[in-house]
């Protein structure tokens, strides 16, 4: 069985929807530069438009990470039909 990179095991970890610090990353996943960790899994969630890496400030000042789903809308459709 192949284990799991870092940014595969943090992705995972976000998308059931808990946020991470980087305390937490390196203690649950061994991440040591988990802002490097999360540019690219920012690219990698962006990419299609379906989520959104966005961040919070904790009380002690550090980072959180969390993944939000973004609700795609499709664009509204005039017609003027008064003709």
């Known amino acids: 069985m192949k284990t799991l990179s870092q940014k595969r095991r943090v ?3 976000m998308a059931t929807g808990r946020g ?3 305390a937490e990353a390196k203690s649950r ?3 040591v530069n ?3 960790v999360m ?3 920012r690219h990698q969630v962006e990419r299609y438009g379906n989520y959104r890496i966005v961040t919070e400030q904790t ?3 550090r980072t ?3 993944m939000k789903r973004v609700m795609l809308t499709s664009p509204v459709c005039t ?3 008064d003709s």
């Open 11 to 13: 992705l995972n970890y």
């Open 20 to 22: 991470i610090t980087s």
């Open 29 to 31: 996943f061994g991440v």
């Open 34 to 36: 988990l802002r490097a």
């Open 39 to 41: 540019t690219a899994i």
């Open 59 to 61: 009380n002690n000042g």
């Open 64 to 66: 959180r990470y969390f």
């Open 79 to 81: 017609s003027n039909t």
